[in-house]
C-alpha cells in the first residue's frame, strides 16, 4: 500500500451505500492505462450533457435561446437544467482495480475513488482510470468490464460511482460500483434491461432499488404541481380590493399579506449554532493604520481572519476538526468527506468566506486585515464588479490614516501592465471583466504573473457557476491566502458552494465536482429530511460552513446596529378580463412545449429545454405589462437573417436598439470581457453581436474586426442602447394592473413627508413603461440602469439624496443589487420576483442598512393566480437550503425536495 499512508477505517464497517457514494464519471484526464504518463484531454462530465444555460464566454445565435439561458441562469436548479430528470440508484457491482502496480495512489479501504473515461488512452479505447481523491492514478478498471460500461458511460445513460472494500494488493484492489440512471420509469425500465442483459446487474437487485426510489418519491412528499389559482403553501390567499386613487396606507396594509421572508426547518433548528457562540468570539486590536473605529463585531471578524490565514492542523490526540480533516495519530490524518487518509499533513485553505448581511462593513473588515497584516508583506488583489470598483478606493482613503495610506491601484480600461509593474502597488483593485480578460488571451504575465499576498473576491457568488469563464479565471490566480465576500454564499442550490471551495483550495475530495455532487448535492437534494444521507450531507456542509466561513446577520442582538423595523408586505394584483386572456394564452402555450419535453424525454429524447424556459420568461413578464412579451430577439433579427451587415439606417437602429435592449434584459455577457453587459455600456454591432462598448472599442483599434465573425467593423458600426423609450405615449399604453397597483402606493407612501421610494425591476423596459406612467401622473423620480456611464449614475443618486422634490428612484434590480447605499429611501418596491430571494434581498439592504434611520417598507408586487405566486414557493426552498448550510435558527415552514422539472412542472400547472 505504500509506505506514505496507513490503513485506516474511519467508521470500522463498510459504508452506506446511498451514503459513501463515489463521484460520477467524469471527463478525459491524464495518465494512460497502463504506465504513467499518458495522453491529456480536458474534462467534461459524462453522466450530465454539458449544460446550455450556464455561462459562456461568447455570445451565440440564435439570440433568443441565449437570452432566455442566461435570463434563466438564477432558476431554483434550472443552472443545471440539461441534466434532466434526477439520477436513481440501480444496483451495485462488485470488481477489482487492476494494473495497480503500476501506479502511486495510495487509498484504504473505505474510500471514495473517483472514475474517468479515457477514450484517448492507446492501449484501450474503452479505458476507465480509477484515482484516488487527491487525484492521483490508483488503477484501472479490467479491460472486459471497461468493454461493457464505456458505451453506456460515452452514450450519458448512466453515472459510476465506488467505494473501495478492501485492501490494495500488489496487483489489484477490491471496489463496488454503484450503478446511477434516469428516474423516469419508462426509460429507466429500458436501460434496465440492458445492464441486465450485459451482465453489469441483477434483476432482483435494480428490482428493489426501483421500489426504493419509488419509496424515497413518495416520502418527499413530490407532486406534480399546483394549480394556476394556488397561492402560497400555508398562507392564505388574500385578494386586493379596487381602491380609489387616493388609497391611503392603512387601506394598502389592510389589504395586503405581511410577509416574513425566513422560513424555519424544524431539522435545522436542531443544529442551530446560537449567538452565544458568535457574540463570545475573541476580538483583535484596533489597527493603528485605521483612522475609523470598528464595531466590536467587525474586531471580532478581524480576528478571525488572522486566525484563518494561518490555520493550523488539529494536535495530537485532539478531537477538533479542521476543514473536514482530522488527526488520528502523528502521522495519520483523515478527511471526514471522502474518508481519504494520509500519513502526509494534508494542505489547509489560507483564508475563507466573509458572508456577513449586506451592510455590515466587510470591506471595512477586509481594510483593516490588509493594514493589519503590513502592506510590506506582498500587494492584494481585489475583484470587484464595475459598479463598485470606485467604491473601494475611496473606502482605502476613507478609513486609513493620511501618512499609512497603501499605494492602491485601479487596474481597469487601462494599458496593460507587466507583473513587476503590478507589484509596485500594495492593493491592486480590478474587475471580473480583466480577470476573464487577460486569462482568455493567455497572458502569464499581468495579473496572472503575480503571486498575490492574498486574493479577495467581492460579491464573490459572481463565480457561483463552476463551469463559467470566469470561475475557471478566478481559480487559475496565485495567492497565498484568498477570501470570498458575499453575503449570499448560496443563491440557487448547494453547487453554488462547490464553485467557491474550489476558489479557496479545499484538500481531501470535495474540490472534485462529482465527489462534491455525491456527498453533498445529490444526498441534500434528492433524499428526505430524515435520510442518513442527507444527515450526514448536511452535517458535514454545516461542520465547513463553520468553519471557512463567518455569517452575522443584522437582526443578531450582539451585532447592536439599532436599525430601525423592517416590515414587508406581498400586495396582491389582480388582472383584468383582457391580462387574463393574454397570460393563459401564453400558459397554454407553456404546457404544450413542456408536456412535449416530457414525452420526449420519456423516450429517451431530447426536448428543447430552452423552449420551455422562453415560455416561463414571457409569462413572467407579461404579469408586469403585456406589451413585454411581444417581441423576441430571434424575431427582430431574422429581419436581417439574409445580411451579414445590417445597413444602419433611420428603419434598422430602432430594430437592432430593441434587440439590444432585450439582451441586456437578459442578462448576456460581453463576449470579450464577459461582464455583463448591462453592466459595461452595452452595444450591438452591425453585424448584430453584443458587446461592452469599451472593449469592442479597443478591438477595432487593434484588429479592426468582430472577434465573433470576423466582419469589419469601425466605431460607425456600433449602436448604442436607446437612451429613453418613446414607446408608451398614449396613457393606455403605460397602464396594465401592475402599473396602476404600483401608483396606488407610490400616491400613499408619499403622502408621508420625506419618505423617498426605490423601485426595483429586473426588467429595464418595465422601468420604460413605469416610468412613462410616473411622467402622466406628474411625479419627479430618477433612474439607475446598465445603459448609463458612471456619471449619470452618479447624478440619479445624488438626486435622491439631495433634491427634495426627487423622492422616486426607478431601478435596475440586477445593477443596483450591489455596492450602492440607497438609505436616503425608505420605501423598496419589488415590482417583480427575481428566481433567487439572495439577489431580492441584497437589493432591500440597499436601502435598510447602516444609516438608516427611517422605519422602512418593503412591497412585492404580486399577480394573483400566475406564475409570479409559485415564485414564492421556490424563493422558500432557496431560503431553506441556505439555512440548512448555516444552521440558523429561522421562523415558519417545512422541508420540501427540489427537482428541477418538478419546479418547472409546478409553475405551469
Given at each position: 500500500?505504500?509506505?506514505?499512508?496507513?490503513?485506516?477505517?474511519?467508521?470500522?464497517?463498510?459504508?452506506?451505500?446511498?451514503?459513501?457514494?463515489?463521484?460520477?464519471?467524469?471527463?478525459?484526464?491524464?495518465?494512460?492505462?497502463?504506465?504513467?504518463?499518458?495522453?491529456?484531454?480536458?474534462?467534461?462530465?459524462?453522466?450530465?450533457?454539458?449544460?446550455?444555460?450556464?455561462?459562456?464566454?461568447?455570445?451565440?445565435?440564435?439570440?433568443?435561446?441565449?437570452?432566455?439561458?442566461?435570463?434563466?441562469?438564477?432558476?431554483?436548479?434550472?443552472?443545471?437544467?440539461?441534466?434532466?430528470?434526477?439520477?436513481?440508484?440501480?444496483?451495485?457491482?462488485d470488481a477489482k482495480i487492476v494494473g495497480v502496480r503500476y501506479y502511486?495512489?495510495?487509498?484504504?479501504?473505505?474510500?471514495?475513488?473517483?472514475?474517468?473515461?479515457?477514450?484517448?488512452?492507446?492501449?484501450?479505447?474503452?479505458?476507465?482510470?480509477?484515482?484516488?481523491?487527491?487525484?492521483?492514478?490508483?488503477?484501472?478498471?479490467?479491460?472486459?468490464?471497461?468493454?461493457?460500461?464505456?458505451?453506456?458511460?460515452?452514450?450519458?445513460?448512466?453515472?459510476?460511482?465506488?467505494?473501495?472494500?478492501?485492501?490494495?494488493?500488489?496487483?489489484?484492489?477490491?471496489?463496488?460500483?454503484?450503478?446511477?440512471?434516469?428516474?423516469?420509469?419508462?426509460?429507466?425500465?429500458?436501460?434496465?434491461?440492458?445492464?441486465?442483459?450485459?451482465?453489469?446487474l441483477k434483476a432482483t437487485e435494480m428490482k428493489n432499488t426501483r421500489?426504493?426510489?419509488?419509496?424515497?418519491?413518495?416520502?418527499?412528499?413530490?407532486?406534480?404541481?399546483?394549480?394556476?389559482?394556488?397561492?402560497?403553501?400555508?398562507?392564505?390567499?388574500?385578494?386586493?380590493?379596487?381602491?380609489?386613487?387616493?388609497?391611503?396606507?392603512?387601506?394598502?396594509?389592510?389589504?395586503?399579506?405581511?410577509?416574513?421572508?425566513?422560513?424555519?426547518?424544524?431539522?435545522?433548528?436542531?443544529?442551530?449554532?446560537?449567538?452565544?457562540?458568535?457574540?463570545?468570539?475573541?476580538?483583535?486590536?484596533?489597527?493603528?493604520?485605521?483612522?475609523?473605529?470598528?464595531?466590536?463585531?467587525?474586531?471580532?471578524?478581524?480576528?478571525?481572519?488572522?486566525?484563518?490565514?494561518?490555520?493550523?492542523?488539529?494536535?495530537?490526540?485532539?478531537?477538533?476538526?479542521?476543514?473536514?480533516?482530522?488527526?488520528?495519530?502523528?502521522?495519520?490524518?483523515?478527511?471526514?468527506?471522502?474518508?481519504?487518509?494520509?500519513?502526509?499533513?494534508?494542505?489547509?485553505?489560507?483564508?475563507?468566506?466573509?458572508?456577513?448581511?449586506?451592510?455590515?462593513?466587510?470591506?471595512?473588515?477586509?481594510?483593516?486585515?490588509?493594514?493589519?497584516?503590513?502592506?510590506?508583506?506582498?500587494?492584494?488583489?481585489?475583484?470587484?464588479?464595475?459598479?463598485?470598483?470606485?467604491?473601494?478606493?475611496?473606502?482605502?482613503?476613507?478609513?486609513?490614516?493620511?501618512?499609512?495610506?497603501?499605494?492602491?491601484?485601479?487596474?481597469?480600461?487601462?494599458?496593460?501592465?507587466?507583473?513587476?509593474?503590478?507589484?509596485?502597488?500594495?492593493?491592486?483593485?480590478?474587475?471580473?471583466?480583466?480577470?476573464?480578460?487577460?486569462?482568455?488571451?493567455?497572458?502569464?504575465?499581468?495579473?496572472?504573473?503575480?503571486?498575490?499576498?492574498?486574493?479577495?473576491?467581492?460579491?464573490?457568488?459572481?463565480?457561483?457557476?463552476?463551469?463559467?469563464?470566469?470561475?475557471?479565471?478566478?481559480?487559475?490566480?496565485?495567492?497565498?491566502?484568498?477570501?470570498?465576500?458575499?453575503?449570499?454564499?448560496?443563491?440557487?442550490?448547494?453547487?453554488?458552494?462547490?464553485?467557491?471551495?474550489?476558489?479557496?483550495?479545499?484538500?481531501?475530495?470535495?474540490?472534485?465536482?462529482?465527489?462534491?455532487?455525491?456527498?453533498?448535492?445529490?444526498?441534500?437534494?434528492?433524499?428526505?429530511?430524515?435520510?442518513?444521507?442527507?444527515?450526514?450531507?448536511?452535517?458535514?456542509?454545516?461542520?465547513?460552513?463553520?468553519?471557512?466561513?463567518?455569517?452575522?446577520?443584522?437582526?443578531?442582538?450582539?451585532?447592536?446596529?439599532?436599525?430601525?423595523?423592517?416590515?414587508?408586505?406581498?400586495?396582491?394584483?389582480?388582472?383584468?378580463?383582457?391580462?387574463?386572456?393574454?397570460?393563459?394564452?401564453?400558459?397554454?402555450?407553456?404546457?404544450?412545449?413542456?408536456?412535449?419535453?416530457?414525452?420526449?424525454?420519456?423516450?429517451?429524447?431530447?426536448?428543447?429545454?430552452?423552449?420551455?424556459?422562453?415560455?416561463?420568461?414571457?409569462?413572467?413578464?407579461?404579469?408586469?405589462?403585456?406589451?413585454?412579451?411581444?417581441?423576441?430577439?430571434?424575431?427582430?433579427?431574422?429581419?436581417?437573417?439574409?445580411?451579414?451587415?445590417?445597413?444602419?439606417?433611420?428603419?434598422?437602429?430602432?430594430?437592432?436598439?430593441?434587440?439590444?435592449?432585450?439582451?441586456?434584459?437578459?442578462?448576456?455577457?460581453?463576449?470579450?470581457?464577459?461582464?455583463?453587459?448591462?453592466?459595461?455600456?452595452?452595444?450591438?454591432?452591425?453585424?448584430?453581436?453584443?458587446?461592452?462598448?469599451?472593449?469592442?472599442?479597443?478591438?477595432?483599434?487593434?484588429?479592426?474586426?468582430?472577434?465573433?465573425?470576423?466582419?469589419?467593423?469601425?466605431?460607425?458600426?456600433?449602436?448604442?442602447?436607446?437612451?429613453?423609450?418613446?414607446?408608451?405615449?398614449?396613457?393606455?399604453?403605460?397602464?396594465?394592473?401592475?402599473?396602476?397597483?404600483?401608483?396606488?402606493?407610490?400616491?400613499?407612501?408619499?403622502?408621508?413627508?420625506?419618505?423617498?421610494?426605490?423601485?426595483?425591476?429586473?426588467?429595464?423596459?418595465?422601468?420604460?413603461?413605469?416610468?412613462?406612467?410616473?411622467?402622466?401622473?406628474?411625479?419627479?423620480?430618477?433612474?439607475?440602469?446598465?445603459?448609463?456611464?458612471?456619471?449619470?449614475?452618479?447624478?440619479?443618486?445624488?438626486?435622491?439624496?439631495?433634491?427634495?422634490?426627487?423622492?422616486?428612484?426607478?431601478?435596475?434590480?440586477?445593477?443596483?443589487?450591489?455596492?450602492?447605499?440607497?438609505?436616503?429611501?425608505?420605501?423598496?418596491?419589488?415590482?417583480?420576483?427575481?428566481?433567487?430571494?439572495?439577489?431580492?434581498?441584497?437589493?432591500?439592504?440597499?436601502?435598510?442598512?447602516?444609516?438608516?434611520?427611517?422605519?422602512?417598507?418593503?412591497?412585492?408586487?404580486?399577480?394573483?393566480?400566475?406564475?409570479?405566486?409559485?415564485?414564492?414557493?421556490?424563493?422558500?426552498?432557496?431560503?431553506?437550503?441556505?439555512?440548512?448550510?448555516?444552521?440558523?435558527?429561522?421562523?415558519?415552514?417545512?422541508?420540501?425536495?427540489?427537482?428541477?422539472?418538478?419546479?418547472?412542472?409546478?409553475?405551469?400547472?
Amino acid at each position: 500500500m505504500g509506505s506514505q499512508k496507513r490503513a485506516l477505517d474511519p467508521a470500522g464497517t463498510a459504508p452506506d451505500a446511498r451514503s459513501n457514494k463515489l463521484a460520477r464519471v467524469s471527463g478525459l484526464s491524464s495518465s494512460q492505462d497502463r504506465t504513467p504518463g499518458g495522453s491529456q484531454a480536458s474534462h467534461r462530465n459524462l453522466a450530465t450533457p454539458p449544460s446550455s444555460h450556464s455561462q459562456s464566454s461568447s455570445f451565440r445565435f440564435p439570440a433568443s435561446t441565449q437570452a432566455i439561458d442566461d435570463e434563466e441562469a438564477e432558476l431554483i436548479d434550472l443552472t443545471q437544467a440539461e441534466e434532466g430528470p434526477p439520477l436513481e440508484l440501480y444496483g451495485t457491482h462488485d470488481a477489482k482495480i487492476v494494473g495497480v502496480r503500476y501506479y502511486n495512489g495510495v487509498v484504504t479501504p473505505h474510500e471514495l475513488v473517483v472514475c474517468k473515461r479515457e477514450p484517448q488512452n492507446q492501449y484501450d479505447g474503452n479505458a476507465i482510470r480509477v484515482d484516488n481523491v487527491m487525484g492521483q492514478q490508483i488503477g484501472h478498471v479490467p479491460r472486459n468490464l471497461a468493454a461493457k460500461l464505456a458505451p453506456y458511460l460515452d452514450g450519458n445513460e448512466i453515472a459510476l460511482e465506488g467505494v473501495l472494500t478492501g485492501e490494495k494488493g500488489f496487483y489489484d484492489c477490491p471496489i463496488r460500483f454503484y450503478f446511477y440512471g434516469t428516474s423516469l420509469p419508462e426509460a429507466r425500465l429500458t436501460l434496465e434491461g440492458k445492464l441486465k442483459s450485459d451482465k453489469l446487474l441483477k434483476a432482483t437487485e435494480m428490482k428493489n432499488t426501483r421500489k426504493e426510489a419509488e419509496a424515497r418519491r413518495k416520502a418527499t412528499g413530490m407532486r406534480s404541481g399546483m394549480t394556476s389559482g394556488s397561492g402560497l403553501s400555508g398562507t392564505a390567499a388574500v385578494t386586493a380590493q379596487k381602491q380609489e386613487q387616493e388609497a391611503s396606507l392603512r387601506n394598502l396594509v389592510a389589504t395586503s399579506e405581511t410577509y416574513d421572508a425566513v422560513r424555519e426547518d424544524s431539522f435545522t433548528d436542531t443544529l442551530a449554532t446560537g449567538e452565544d457562540v458568535l457574540k463570545a468570539m475573541p476580538t483583535a486590536e484596533q489597527p493603528d493604520a485605521l483612522k475609523s473605529q470598528m464595531l466590536p463585531y467587525q474586531l471580532q471578524g478581524l480576528a478571525w481572519m488572522l486566525a484563518k490565514e494561518n490555520v493550523k492542523l488539529p494536535p495530537v490526540g485532539s478531537k477538533d476538526i479542521v476543514q473536514l480533516w482530522q488527526r488520528r495519530t502523528s502521522t495519520a490524518y483523515i478527511n471526514l468527506a471522502t474518508s481519504f487518509a494520509t500519513s502526509s499533513p494534508p494542505k489547509l485553505i489560507s483564508g475563507g468566506i466573509l458572508a456577513d448581511d449586506m451592510g455590515l462593513g466587510k470591506t471595512l473588515q477586509i481594510i483593516s486585515l490588509i493594514v493589519s497584516d503590513g502592506v510590506e508583506n506582498g500587494p492584494t488583489l481585489i475583484v470587484a464588479p464595475v459598479s463598485v470598483l470606485s467604491n473601494w478606493e475611496q473606502q482605502i482613503k476613507s478609513h486609513v490614516k493620511n501618512d499609512q495610506q497603501p499605494r492602491v491601484l485601479v487596474y481597469h480600461s487601462c494599458k496593460p501592465m507587466s507583473g513587476d509593474e503590478l507589484r509596485e502597488y500594495q492593493v491592486v483593485i480590478t474587475t471580473y471583466g480583466m480577470i476573464g480578460s487577460e486569462s482568455k488571451a493567455g497572458h502569464t504575465g499581468r495579473l496572472y504573473g503575480v503571486e498575490w499576498r492574498r486574493i479577495v473576491l467581492d460579491e464573490g457568488h459572481t463565480i457561483r457557476n463552476p463551469k463559467a469563464q470566469l470561475a475557471l479565471a478566478t481559480h487559475k490566480l496565485k495567492a497565498r491566502s484568498r477570501w470570498i465576500l458575499t453575503g449570499t454564499p448560496i443563491i440557487n442550490n448547494v453547487k453554488d458552494f462547490f464553485s467557491l471551495l474550489r476558489f479557496l483550495k479545499l484538500t481531501g475530495g470535495l474540490e472534485d465536482e462529482g465527489l462534491f455532487s455525491a456527498v453533498i448535492a445529490r444526498p441534500i437534494k434528492q433524499n428526505y429530511n430524515q435520510h442518513p444521507s442527507r444527515v450526514k450531507a448536511v452535517n458535514l456542509l454545516g461542520h465547513l460552513m463553520k468553519d471557512i466561513c463567518l455569517r452575522r446577520r443584522k437582526d443578531m442582538k450582539f451585532v447592536n446596529l439599532n436599525l430601525p423595523p423592517k416590515t414587508e408586505y406581498i400586495h396582491r394584483v389582480t388582472f383584468d378580463k383582457s391580462e387574463k386572456t393574454k397570460y393563459d394564452a401564453l400558459l397554454a402555450e407553456a404546457q404544450g412545449e413542456l408536456e412535449q419535453y416530457q414525452e420526449k424525454s420519456k423516450h429517451g429524447q431530447k426536448g428543447r429545454y430552452t423552449n420551455i424556459l422562453e415560455r416561463l420568461l414571457r409569462l413572467r413578464q407579461v404579469c408586469n405589462h403585456w406589451v413585454l412579451a411581444q417581441e423576441r430577439v430571434e424575431d427582430l433579427l431574422r429581419l436581417f437573417e439574409d445580411q451579414k451587415i445590417v445597413p444602419l439606417t433611420d428603419e434598422n437602429i430602432p430594430i437592432l436598439q430593441r434587440a439590444l435592449q432585450l439582451m441586456i434584459e437578459s442578462q448576456e455577457e460581453c463576449a470579450i470581457c464577459f461582464e455583463d453587459i448591462a453592466l459595461h455600456q452595452p452595444v450591438i454591432t452591425a453585424c448584430k453581436h453584443v458587446f461592452g462598448k469599451p472593449c469592442i472599442m479597443k478591438t477595432i483599434e487593434m484588429q479592426g474586426k468582430c472577434p465573433m465573425c470576423r466582419n469589419q467593423l469601425s466605431p460607425e458600426s456600433l449602436v448604442d442602447a436607446a437612451t429613453e423609450s418613446n414607446s408608451f405615449e398614449a396613457d393606455d399604453e403605460c397602464r396594465s394592473s401592475k402599473t396602476d397597483a404600483l401608483v396606488k402606493i407610490l400616491n400613499a407612501t408619499l403622502k408621508n413627508d420625506g419618505s423617498k421610494v426605490v423601485i426595483f425591476s429586473q426588467w429595464t423596459s418595465f422601468l420604460n413603461i413605469i416610468q412613462a406612467r410616473l411622467k402622466k401622473a406628474g411625479m419627479t423620480y430618477t433612474r439607475i440602469d446598465g445603459s448609463m456611464v458612471k456619471k449619470n449614475r452618479d447624478a440619479a443618486i445624488t438626486a435622491l439624496n439631495e433634491d427634495p422634490d426627487t423622492r422616486i428612484l426607478l431601478a435596475s434590480l440586477q445593477v443596483c443589487s450591489v455596492g450602492l447605499n440607497l438609505v436616503a429611501a425608505d420605501t423598496v418596491v419589488l415590482a417583480d420576483s427575481w428566481w433567487a430571494p439572495a439577489i431580492e434581498d441584497q437589493a432591500v439592504d440597499r436601502v435598510h442598512r447602516l444609516g438608516q434611520t427611517r422605519p422602512t417598507t418593503i412591497w412585492r408586487l404580486i399577480v394573483e393566480g400566475t406564475i409570479e405566486e409559485r415564485v414564492l414557493d421556490i424563493q422558500a426552498e432557496k431560503r431553506k437550503l441556505v439555512s440548512e448550510a448555516f444552521q440558523e435558527k429561522a421562523k415558519g415552514g417545512r422541508a420540501k425536495d427540489t427537482r428541477s422539472l418538478a419546479d418547472i412542472t409546478r409553475l405551469l400547472r
